[in-house]
């Protein structure tokens, strides 16, 4: 691919402030050679109501009734291959004059999924991946990385992001050395305050909040005093925290008071024996105090944090989650039992959420905490930025982090993505 290297005159490519989407977007689309009009037919938004989606540029400009977005002399044909693509190409779609149209019969459309939490650091192990496979060939056009790089290497990661096709925000993990190793903050002296402040400066685009993972085998004999640093960190910084829960000792009820509104609980479903519901399933009062405090309950499904069991009993007390993440890397998504954002979704829609929800989880819901409605919306005038998902009546078996498995009847399944001026078709086992 094209790149203009040092030349390149998108200050955001240069790993400093610059628009992270406007001008690296517009820069995509011409190393893509995007089509000149794309146009998605037949459509459903969660509502049910079915439109055409005209996009010229890389950027809706209009949004129309089934049928009317098409002009008049263009045919739709399916299974026709026509867009070449590094990703993949759409199977249903035909190109005429500049103008290719694609049947999305049966099709449900959303804005952009945004996954709150994954691991798009491909050079650490065990929690690293690369961009594109666990974004755009997810169906997700928006990954923000849960602090896999701290001080040390948030400018590799932060510059990786413009290799590819998937937009990308991060969590700093206030341990300078992020997940280099998987003891973070088991050593206080890895976290380094000016270091932090500096990096929030620097990559202000990107960084959205300061990440702290408070368990055991994390913290070592720290108990919550790195969550203390972070604490002062965020107000220093003014972002709020993502937290990561798990094992004691920390135990939960010393973890949960020291968040405040708008800071994450991730991992909030995990069925460990520090959870943050009780042996009959019920809320734990500090997490009911902090819900009504306004901190915000992330899943980050993952290798070892997601129960039905816990997600039952939370669903029984109305105690939703506002996002639903991954905590996605390579090797919960090829061995399960995470696989892809779809999958994480099909086990909310058979835990009884309905669909509406489950898509505002990874839309609207997750936009607004970024501060960027735009991305949680379909909007003639903006760029387009957009998943294109299926509902099947399908049997599958969902597992969850303990091994449980359930049976399901209905499986979301993501089928492309319109995002940086072009279509991607996605490539991932539901
Ligand atoms: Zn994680």
């Keep these: 691919m094209l790149c203009w290297g040092s030349n390149c005159p998108v200050p955001a490519y240069q790993g400093i402030k610059g628009g992270l989407f406007e001008l690296p977007y517009l820069l995509k689309c011409v190393v893509k050679g995007m089509d000149d009009r794309f146009i998605l037919h037949n459509v459903k938004r969660v509502d049910g109501e079915e439109i055409d989606i005209v996009i010229e540029d890389g950027r809706i400009i209009g949004i129309t009734p089934v049928g009317q977005g098409i002009p008049a002399q263009t045919q739709v044909e399916n299974d026709t291959t026509t867009a070449d693509d590094r990703l993949g190409t759409p199977s249903q779609s035909q190109s005429v004059d500049g103008i290719t149209v694609y049947d999305g019969q049966g099709s449900y459309v959303s804005s952009g999924w945004i996954d709150m939490h994954v691991h798009a650091f491909p050079e650490f192990d065990p929690y690293g991946d690369e961009i594109d496979e666990i974004g755009v060939k997810q169906g997700v056009t928006t990954i923000v990385d849960a602090g896999s790089c701290g001080a040390d290497r948030i400018m590799d990661l932060a510059r990786s992001s413009q290799e590819a096709m998937t937009n990308l925000f991060a969590f700093l993990n206030i341990s300078r050395i992020g997940l280099k190793r998987i003891d973070e903050l088991s050593n206080l002296e890895w976290i380094d305050r000016g270091k932090v402040l500096a990096s ?183 760029v387009a930025n957009l998943t294109l998902f299926s509902l099947e009546q399908e049997s599958a078996i969902l597992t969850d982090s303990e091994g449980e498995q359930r049976t399901t009847n209905q499986l979301i399944k993501a089928k492309g993505v319109y995002t940086n001026g072009t279509f991607i078709k996605c490539e991932v086992r539901p």
Excluded: C
């Excluded at 790195?226 to 972002?239: G, K, Y």
């Excluded at 000792?249 to 708008?262: A, F, N, S």
């Excluded at 800071?263 to 069925?271: Q, S």
């Excluded at 290798?303 to 890397?329: H, R």
């Design 200 to 382: 929030v400066d620097t990559f202000s685009d990107v960084i959205v909040g300061l990440k702290a993972r408070i368990s055991n085998s994390v913290v070592g004999g720290n108990g919550v005093k790195p969550l203390q640093t972070a604490r002062r960190l965020s107000i220093e910084t003014e972002l709020p925290l993502m937290v990561h829960i798990g094992s004691a000792p920390p135990d939960i009820t010393e973890v949960i008071p020291l968040l405040e509104r708008k800071d994450i609980i991730t991992h909030y479903l995990n069925g460990k024996k520090n959870k943050l519901f009780d042996e009959q399933g019920q809320p734990l009062q500090v997490l009911q105090e902090a819900v009504a405090r306004g901190v915000h309950l992330d899943v980050g499904h993952g290798t070892a944090s997601f129960s039905f069991q816990v997600a039952e009993a939370a669903k029984q007390y109305g105690i939703s989650p506002n996002t639903i993440s991954t905590d996605i890397y390579r090797g919960n998504r090829l061995n399960g039992p995470v696989y892809s954002m779809a999958n994480v979704l099909s086990k909310f829609l058979l835990l009884g959420y309905p669909l509406e929800q489950i898509i505002a989880a990874v839309t609207t819901n997750a936009a607004e905490w970024l501060g960027r409605p735009d991305l949680g919306r379909i909007r003639t005038g903006d």
